[in-house]
């Protein structure tokens, strides 16, 4: 059964930084898409940075541009969000979401990702 575990979510004031990590278990392929995902109270859901674990390519959404960098370690099965120069308008629920090839549509694509993780807070406060 395939299982994504985020953690690393909390509380920060402006300017600071956080890292959320993404556990992944269960997957028998190890070519996966994994990005991270973040829905604002009243706003959509919305891309932030996404993954290709056979090659280690990244995409980053440009609202996150050069603030945030998404990495993966192999070893672990885990997936990494490095949250830089925190704003406020980066609180959010974040979520982590995976697929294995073939992929469907664009990485910011939701109904792409038939696994999803239960969600980590970030709150920044100015």
């Known amino acids: 059964q395939v299982q994504l575990a985020e953690s690393g979510g909390g509380s920060v004031q402006t300017g600071g930084s956080l890292i959320l990590s993404c556990a992944a278990s269960?997957?028998?392929?190890?070519?996966?898409?994994v990005s991270w995902f973040r829905q604002a109270p009243g706003k959509e859901r919305e891309g932030v940075a996404c993954l290709y674990t056979v090659d280690g390519s990244t995409l980053t959404a440009d609202s996150v541009k050069g603030r945030f960098t998404i990495s993966q370690d192999n070893a672990k099965s885990t997936v990494y969000l490095q949250m830089n120069s925190l704003k406020p308008e980066d609180t959010a629920m974040y979520y982590c979401a995976a697929d294995v090839p073939p992929y469907r549509g664009p990485w910011t694509r939701i109904p792409g990702y038939r696994y999803w993780g239960q969600g980590t807070q970030v709150t920044v406060s100015s």
């Open positions: 269960g997957f028998t392929s190890r070519s996966r898409r």
